[in-house]
Structure formats: structure tokens, C-alpha cells
């Protein structure tokens, strides 16, 4: 029998998933000889046996590998034979730079669950119960490869039961890091009113409970970041949270005990369903019943909306609190309004003092803060959009088909910000890092890129911004260029949402042409003009700018994103039908700013909706960012939901004129058509103008993006009316501006192309 060694190196997101032990019982099942690794550059294996049978194990390693592990390449070398005295794990190599996808952290998985409750198991009530399938990955990590000694916990010594279940091959805890138990473990710490309340952890627990019982606010530390919780029931409550959190109408999350609470309340498809119960357990923003029956408040929690944002417990401890309540709860971030997250005790303390009654502390470090990922389902044909991508999908993006150029460091945009960086052909997409407008939100940026540079023990050779030069992020981006003695490289907003798109459905070297429906809110376009209504066509690796909606002022500059009611003046200008909308000081004097010049235009599709819904009565004045064109989706949705005939459309041109079609609109106001046909006929019509504009540019295939495309009817009625091309949404990010940092990375070399 011929005897061979082989020497396999399995790369992608393969540390953290319980790669190793599973190597490990396939080599002792089949009776293979050799050692197993984590590197820096992922698992490296030796086996020695006949061929055959080593031949097999490589197959059966990529085709069994466990469901968390995300294999982008296997290597094999063959080696001269070797005698080994048996399979074993290996001490961990890190003597080179990491080369690694970095694994996102986990919810909790059945079987943890499953113990967590078992009044006979020891960890029954341990709030940090985990597994190698569960618990806490990116945002624990201090350094790479991903082993305890390089987590946070790293202070937690393990008891020798623990221990014997690290090391017991065939356990499930075999080299699971995050392995604790109520002996050797996390310390939790409930604090009220500055008084520490807890003897221990269950002392702590009960306190925790007990006070939400009360209808009190309570910061529970979770997995990443402090989560706001408080009694989805009382309606005292949840407006109290409002106040103190300065969020007067902007939805919250639901927390929900089981799948069968919640499905009591909203709508659950079998796409949802799957989603919330994944190992990423996000918030899905899902439809209302006909009859919500826990007895949330909606109207308070959702004001004006159908859709509730829920969730099931992702953590131990949000399991345990939220199983004791038995009914929905407020779970929202813990911060103020536009301020990131809080992760550690000292920030908790002292930013959510003022906001929650009682704050729930433990001892285990958060070493990269993120909020909760959200993700939607079109209500029709259940198309995924991606509303935030954070934990549980953060940082790593796999994009087979895509290999960026390497040392790119993609700065991304000012609002939704997140960063790109290329790194031994890996591509790392940060968690949603909110909106730089905010110095605390700058802060968190810098100290997130910080880490993953760090981590990965790498600097960038080259550093991409938007063409915006006001753009924090581009501020920051140039001065990092400028202590490295780096180029910088500005790439146009819209360019950046197109290349991101096509790099999801690696359409960048195919040769038919692509147009790209490129709708958003801002973004500074090539010509100095504030572009948002593009239509680009993308064919043998150039873009072009093929039409847009025609300019009309950016009046009053960032303030008509918070008013839809100067939308609507800047498009029809002084109109006597938008007179009521303002005070009589104010239209006297809108009226006279608007004799001025308008030097700075704009084709934003976002500031079309606000228009629309100013003319429709839905809101003059938003309290948060597109909470106008939310309302107006609803209004719209409720037409078609109830079966109604597809209306007419309203009439445009290849170079679509806003004006046109809101007179068009005012002019069914005025005939008393009902507001949501009106709603509905508008977003038709827009559908109807990509239709017109794909038959002018003769293509068959259309890629969609812009925080315009978060919009789940249009996203329906795209997949409805367009049945004879070929769409592409996205899939893995955003279409908002967290995808601008990706679309960067992939722009960047054609500008160089051109």
C-alpha cells in the first residue's frame, strides 16, 4: 500500500468555528495520522496514510466542514511520507503577519440554549454559557490567530472542568476559547442608582428582572455593546425611554422570549424566520399583524408604521432576562441619539446614567463595539435587503469572484460611515460606525480602524475617500495619508454604490452593459452639482453618466433633508398649494431667498420622496433621517396591498424633470384622488422610468443602489414590472452608504484603466 503525507492549508473564515476539532474527530474517525494548526493565514493540517484515504479526507475536510466556517480556498501539497505517533492539535503559529478573515461573533446556538435551562446542568442560568458554534468572536479579539491567550478571555483561568472539556477531543467545547462556566467565569454587576446591588450573578439577574418587571430602563451589557431595555408593553415606559434618549418618534426593536411571541405580533416568512433564528440573529423588520396579541404598544413604539424591527435572544444573558419576562421588550442601542454605542462599564456608567434606571455590568471586555445588524424581506417576493450590517456579519466579506488589489484602505462616506480594507486578498468591511457628522462617532471610527490595522499587523500603501473633501471621513483619510506620506485617491459617491453592486454579482469583467439605477439621498458628483438621481451604464470596464434627474436647487443646503415641505419648494418653487406649510415669516422670507441665485443644484431621488410626501400631507418637518419616504412606502404599500388595479403612471422623459411630475401629483391632490393611489402611482412611475431608460441604453440587465433601494415596495415592484431584464440587488451590504467603502475598493483601478 502506497503511504503519502499531504499538507492542506484551508483558508477563509476557519478560526473561532470549531475548525480545528473537527479535523480532528475526521482524522481519528478515518484513522489518519498527523497534526492540525490555527495560523495566521487560517488551519493548516498534515495527514499521513495511503493515498487514497488522505485524498479522501482532504475531500470530505472542504465538503463537512462546520456550518459557521466560510472556506474561500483549500491548498494541498503533497509531502514525502512521514510517520506521526498519532493526530493531535498543535500549538498555534504566529510568527508572521496575519493573513486571516476575521469570524464574526455568534448567537447562541440549541444546544447552549438547551443547557442554559436544564436545571441539572452546571451551567444552568450562566449568562455566558458558549460553545465553539456560539458566542463572542470580533468582538472579543486583540490579536490574530484567534486563541484565547489573544481574547479577552484571556483573564478568565479555566476550572479544571472547564479545562477537561477544552481539551476532551469529542466535546463539544474542545479549544472553544470563550469556554467558562459559573466556578471560573464572567462576574455580572447590577448597579442602580449608583448602589451595587449584587452579592452574585443570580442576585444581579433577579435585580435586572425585577426592575424591568417595575417598568423601569435597564442597560444590559451584551455581546458587543450595551443594549437599552425596558417593558414593550408599558406604554408609560417606552415614552419615558423616548424622552430620556432624545428619540421622539423613530422606531424601536423588539426583543421577543421564542419565534411563537413574536409571530403572535408580526408577520413571519420562512426567509424571516430562518434569518432571526441564524447563527447572525438580527433585527428583520417584519409587517404588523392584522391583530398584534402580546399587548406591545405599537403606536408608541412605531409611530405611524406597519413594520416592527424584532429579534430573538442572540445572547445568554438577553435569553435569560427576556424567558423570566415572557413578553416583548424595548432593545435598543445603548446611547443618546446620533451618539455610538457604549461597550464598556466606565462609558456605560457614565453615558447611560442619565437614560436607564439600572445598568446590568460584567467583567468580560468588548474590544470592537457594533450595533445589532437589521435586515428586510420585500413583502411580495421576499428579496433580502440589508438595513445595517453589523454584528454577526462584520467584518469579513466574502466575494469569491472579486479580488481587490491589496494595501487599499477605503474610507467610505459621512453618514452610515464603515471603512474598506484589502489585505493578502481578503476584503474587511467594517460594522456600521453611524454618522460622522458626530466627533464621539469620529472617535469610535478611528479606534475600530486602529484595531483591525493593529490586529492584522499591516498598514495600507494607498487610502481612497469620497470626492466630497468636507467629509470627515475624507478629512481623516487625507491626514492619514499625509503622516504615512500615502496617495490619496477621491472616488465619485455614486460610482462607488454602482462598483459595489456589480462586484456583489462579479459583473465588473463581463462585457454586456449594466445599467445602475444609482438612487440615493447626497453624494458631491464630478460636475461640483449634488448628484442623487443617476443613471449610469457600465460596459468593457467604463463607467458613464447616462441621465439624471434635472437639478433643481438644494435650497437651504442640509436643512431641506429635514424638511420635506423645502423638498417641495425647492422643486415648485414659491406655489401657492405649499403656503399652509409654513408661517407667514417664513414663506415671506423662503420667497425672497429664493430670488437669489441657486448656485449649488442637486438630483436627489431622496429629496423627491420628501417632496412627495410634503404634497401628500404625510409630514412637512422629519424628527430622524427618511422617516418622510418610510411613511410614504407605507401609505403606498397599503394600496396594493388591498389588491387594487395598477394605476396609470405619471409622465416623464429620459431626462426626468422633478417639477413635472410634482405638478402631475398636486394636480391629483387637488382632484381628491385618494392619497395612497397617488402614493403608489408614484412609485410605479418611477419603476416605469428605469423601463423607459433600459430600452433607450438597449440593455438587459439592471443593478440597483442608494439608500433609495432600502425601500421594500420598490424593491417588489421592481421584481414585479421588470420580469423581462435581468436585476441585481444587493445581496451581502447595503445599498445605503455603508456600501460606499466597498464600491472604492472596486472602482479604484478602473479610474487607472481609463
Not at 134 to 140: D, K, L, T, V
Not at 436 to 463: A, G, K, R
Not at 600 to 605: A, G, H, P
Not at 686 to 707: D, H, N, P, W, Y
Request: aromatic share 8%.
Amino acid at each position: 500500500m502506497h503511504k503519502q503525507a499531504l499538507h492542506l492549508h484551508i483558508q477563509g473564515q476557519v478560526q473561532g468555528v470549531g475548525f480545528r476539532p473537527f479535523v480532528y474527530r475526521l482524522a481519528l474517525e478515518m484513522g489518519l495520522k498527523g497534526w492540525v494548526n490555527n495560523g495566521v493565514d487560517g488551519v493548516h493540517i498534515e495527514v499521513s496514510g495511503a493515498v487514497d484515504a488522505i485524498q479522501h479526507f482532504a475531500q470530505r475536510v472542504a465538503a463537512e466542514a462546520p456550518a459557521l466556517a466560510r472556506i474561500t480556498a483549500v491548498r494541498q501539497q503533497i509531502l514525502v511520507a512521514q510517520t506521526f505517533p498519532d493526530f493531535r492539535i498543535i500549538a498555534s503559529e504566529s510568527l508572521n503577519t496575519p493573513q486571516l478573515l476575521l469570524t464574526p461573533d455568534f448567537g447562541l446556538c440549541a444546544d447552549c440554549k438547551s443547557e442554559l435551562h436544564q436545571a441539572s446542568n452546571f451551567r444552568h442560568n450562566y449568562a455566558f454559557i458558549t460553545c465553539t458554534n456560539c458566542g463572542p468572536r470580533y468582538s472579543i479579539i486583540t490579536g490574530l490567530p484567534y486563541d484565547r491567550p489573544l481574547t479577552t478571555m484571556r483573564d478568565f483561568q479555566m476550572c479544571p472542568t472547564c479545562q477537561t472539556e477544552y481539551d476532551d477531543p469529542l466535546n463539544r467545547r474542545y479549544y472553544a476559547q470563550t469556554n467558562s462556566c459559573p466556578t471560573c467565569g464572567i462576574l455580572l454587576q447590577y448597579v442602580e442608582a449608583k448602589n451595587d446591588t449584587s452579592e452574585n450573578n443570580e442576585v444581579a439577574l433577579q435585580a435586572a428582572i425585577a426592575a424591568l418587571n417595575a417598568g423601569k430602563i435597564v442597560a444590559v451589557k451584551g455581546i458587543s455593546g450595551f443594549l437599552l431595555l425596558a417593558d414593550a408593553t408599558n406604554s408609560t415606559t417606552i415614552n419615558l425611554l423616548r424622552q430620556r434618549k432624545q428619540r421622539p418618534s423613530k422606531p424601536f426593536a423588539l426583543l421577543y422570549p421564542d419565534l411563537e411571541c413574536l409571530a403572535s405580533d408580526v408577520i413571519v416568512s420562512p426567509q424571516a424566520a430562518a434569518a432571526l433564528q441564524s447563527s447572525v440573529a438580527p433585527i428583520v423588520l417584519l409587517p404588523l399583524q392584522p391583530q398584534p396579541k402580546s399587548r406591545a404598544q405599537v403606536a408608541a413604539l412605531a409611530p405611524g408604521l406597519r413594520r416592527l424591527g424584532v429579534m430573538l435572544p442572540y445572547a445568554p444573558l438577553l435569553e435569560l432576562i427576556s424567558a423570566a419576562l415572557g413578553r416583548p421588550l424595548v432593545a435598543t442601542s445603548g446611547n443618546l441619539s446620533h451618539a455610538p454605542i457604549a461597550y464598556t462599564n466606565e462609558q456605560a456608567l457614565e453615558r447611560l446614567s442619565g437614560i436607564a434606571d439600572g445598568i446590568l455590568l460584567h467583567n468580560r471586555e468588548i474590544v470592537v463595539p457594533q450595533d445589532d445588524s437589521v435586515l428586510a424581506f420585500s413583502p411580495r417576493q421576499q428579496q433580502k435587503i440589508v438595513i445595517r450590517r453589523s454584528r454577526g456579519l462584520a467584518p469579513t466579506l466574502l466575494l469569491p469572484h472579486f479580488q481587490p488589489q491589496n494595501g487599499l484602505l477605503a474610507m467610505g462616506a459621512l453618514l452610515k460611515s464603515t471603512f474598506a480594507f484589502t489585505h493578502q486578498n481578503n476584503l474587511y468591511l467594517s460594522q456600521y460606525l453611524g454618522d460622522l457628522e458626530d466627533f464621539d462617532t469620529q472617535q469610535n471610527y478611528q479606534l475600530t480602524l486602529q484595531h483591525l490595522l493593529n490586529t492584522l499587523q499591516v498598514e495600507p500603501t494607498c487610502i481612497l475617500v469620497d470626492l466630497h473633501p468636507a467629509y470627515a471621513s475624507s478629512q481623516l483619510g487625507r491626514d492619514m495619508a499625509e503622516a504615512r506620506g500615502l496617495p490619496v485617491v477621491p472616488i465619485q459617491h455614486h460610482l462607488a454604490h454602482f462598483g459595489a453592486v456589480l462586484a456583489e454579482h462579479d459583473l465588473l469583467d463581463q462585457m454586456e452593459p449594466v445599467l445602475g439605477v444609482i438612487w440615493d439621498g447626497v453624494g458631491l458628483g464630478e460636475d461640483g452639482q449634488i448628484w442623487g438621481g443617476e443613471f449610469f451604464v457600465y460596459q468593457q470596464k467604463q463607467f458613464q453618466r447616462k441621465s439624471h434627474f434635472q437639478y433643481f436647487p438644494y435650497f437651504m443646503g442640509d436643512k431641506m433633508a429635514r424638511e420635506p415641505r423645502l423638498a417641495a419648494f425647492a422643486i415648485l418653487g414659491p406655489d401657492p398649494f405649499l403656503e399652509p406649510k409654513f408661517s407667514a415669516a417664513e414663506w415671506a422670507n423662503y420667497q425672497v431667498l429664493w430670488q437669489k441665485k441657486h448656485v449649488v443644484q442637486t438630483s436627489s431621488t431622496g429629496r423627491i420622496f420628501d417632496a412627495v410626501a410634503a404634497l401628500l400631507g404625510i409630514m412637512d418637518v422629519q424628527t430622524y433621517e427618511g422617516e418622510a419616504a418610510l411613511r410614504l412606502e407605507e401609505l403606498a404599500w397599503t394600496y396594493w396591498q388591498d389588491g387594487n388595479p395598477m394605476p396609470d403612471c405619471y409622465i416623464f422623459d429620459t431626462h426626468p424633470a422633478p417639477q413635472q411630475l410634482l405638478l402631475q401629483i398636486k394636480a391629483d391632490v387637488e382632484a381628491g384622488l385618494p392619497s395612497n393611489l397617488i402614493a403608489f402611482k408614484f412609485h410605479v412611475s418611477l419603476i416605469e422610468l428605469i423601463k423607459t431608460m433600459a430600452a433607450v441604453e438597449q440593455v438587459q440587465r439592471i443593478a440597483f443602489s442608494g439608500g433609495v433601494w432600502q425601500n421594500s415596495l420598490l424593491v417588489d415592484l421592481a421584481l414585479n414590472q421588470l420580469q423581462d431584464f435581468q436585476l441585481y440587488f444587493h445581496q451581502e451590504v447595503s445599498p445605503n452608504d455603508e456600501g460606499v467603502a466597498l464600491g472604492q475598493v472596486v472602482v479604484f483601478p478602473h479610474l487607472h484603466k481609463s
